[in-house]
């Protein structure tokens, strides 16, 4: 899902940019992309597969806003192994604009509500697109094959830490 798997794609940086760099390489246009990216993670743990048009549907919100929610297919995924999917409701909630511009990242960035559904639902309707289209033909412009993904989380790093990188 390009709303899901666009979040952050850096290109290698130079040895000037590391050693001179104090700024985050991602950047995180109205808080969007740390949202999108802690959402995919939280999918693969708790869903443990990607099935996004399979797992969820747009909704209504508040002030009539289009925003992405668990279906039933979804929910009984994850209850099937053991979880109720609080983190990732937690983070589809921030798709309400009640919580516009409420939380706030470093550097002072703050989540556009309005901007994280969009994207969330401008990715949901590209994948549910791409998975419509004919697999059978590899050599098709626009064949988009979707696989089944089963998601296997093996592990995580406690208390990581990014050391600061001082310019020489």
Known sequence: MAGFTSA???AEPTEDEIGASSEAWCTNP???NAMIAALAVSIGRELGRW???TDFMI??????QEML?????GMQQCYSRGNQCQNTKALLAFQDARYD??????????????SYAARLVSGYREQVTCESRPSNNPYQVNNCPAEQHKLT????FKHLTIPTINPL
């Open 59 to 64: 909704v209504r919100g508040t002030y009539n």
């Open 8 to 10: 952050c794609t850096v």
């Open 30 to 32: 109205e808080g969007t």
């Open 101 to 114: 511009q409420m939380l706030e990242f470093p550097g002072n960035q703050k989540l556009s509500s309005w």
């Open 51 to 53: 099935q996004i048009p």
């Open 69 to 73: 929610q668990l279906t039933n297919t």
């Open 153 to 156: 989380h093996l592990g995580s």
